[in-house]
């Protein structure tokens, strides 16, 4: 446990002196360069349009039928109405 602390001691030590304030926000920092290496990325290719296919629908008959139903019937008469 002693040596978890002090190397988390020596690491955050270290992360902070290597860093200056240059400006309100603005910080300089210097990083160790060890060499660069170049990848090369290969974005997939992407094809739009259209395609012909044929799927199975299924047949709905649709039947309507007349039944007779009974309303509420409501007849307001205003006041000049009732007289």
Do not use: N, W
Request: charged share 35%; proline share 6%.
């Amino acid at each position: 446990m002693r040596k978890f602390t002090l190397v988390a001691a020596v690491a955050a030590f270290a992360a902070t002196s290597a860093c200056r304030k240059t400006g309100e926000g603005e910080y300089q920092v210097e990083k160790p360069v060890v060499g660069t290496e170049t990848d090369t990325v290969e974005t997939p290719s992407v094809e739009t349009g259209t395609v012909k296919d044929t799927i199975s629908v299924p047949d709905v008959d649709v039947k309507t039928e007349k039944k007779e139903v009974t309303l509420p019937k409501v007849d307001v008469k205003t006041p000049s109405e009732r007289e």
